[in-house]
């Protein structure tokens, strides 16, 4: 069973771990500098030459600064959330009206071309799946025919295609084949659209890329590791 609030998993009433979940214990390089940027772009656009600022206005702007990233997220995740479940209407068939903000309108187009160019049909979309095999859970996104090509995919609106990604959708095509041995994938996929209506689709051949599976399962292991660690400790 899925809980939507929180993004949680339950199996006969006991909590079950989440792909997003283990992948939290790897460490996201990437994202130091972008919050480092978020904040000195919010204090150069209200620090102004000339222009005095005493205690108490310097440090009000030092400490929305310091969260300039976390509303910067919010603002993508809100274009990203929208434009996932504008496209998870389209596909389950359920005719969604075009967007009108222009952002949200740019990613929901740049999708549709994206499925004409391609000539993806979409089999399913928002599937949980369960590795009862090594005990996690997750939701992928999509599993499509392209050309003759079974796909499983996952949909991204982020800056760029992080290799925390092909873990995840390995963690999704481990968990699905297990359950559904019959279906024959020969590839994953990420399409990532970003909010000013870039967009990027990468596949990767399951046979030649057997060890992100592999990844995926180490952290499982090191994210195990760490929980018991802080049960030891007393942190729990």
């Avoid at 391609?118 to 005990?135: D, G, M, T």
Wanted: with cysteine.
């Amino acid at each position: 069973m899925f809980n939507d609030e929180g993004h949680k998993y339950y199996m006969d009433n006991e909590k079950l771990i989440g792909v997003t979940t283990v992948l939290s214990c790897i460490n996201k390089p990437a994202l130091v500098p972008w919050a480092s940027n978020m904040c000195a772009d919010y204090v150069k656009d209200h620090l102004k030459p000339g222009i005095p600022m005493d205690e108490v206005e310097i440090k009000t702007m030092l400490d929305v600064a310091r969260k300039a990233h976390t509303q910067r997220k919010v603002d993508a995740g809100n274009v990203g959330s929208l434009a996932h479940d504008w496209i998870d209407g389209y596909i389950k068939g359920e005719n969604p009206e075009m967007p009108f903000n222009e952002d949200l309108k740019k990613s929901v187009n740049k999708f549709l071309k994206w499925q004409e160019d391609y000539k993806v049909k979409f089999l399913l979309s928002e599937q949980v799946v369960y590795s009862k095999k090594h005990n996690f859970c997750g939701t992928l996104d999509f599993i499509a025919k392209i050309g003759d090509d079974l796909v499983l995919l996952d949909f991204k609106t982020s800056s760029g295609i992080w290799p925390e990604y092909w873990l995840q959708v390995f963690a999704y095509w481990l968990a699905r084949t297990e359950e559904f041995p019959e279906e024959n994938y020969k590839s994953v996929g990420v399409l990532r659209i970003g909010r000013v209506g870039e967009i990027e689709f990468v596949k990767k051949d399951i046979k030649d890329n057997l060890y992100l599976k592999d990844g995926f399962l180490a952290a499982l292991s090191l994210y195990h590791t760490l929980e018991n660690m802080k049960k030891e400790s007393g942190r729990y």
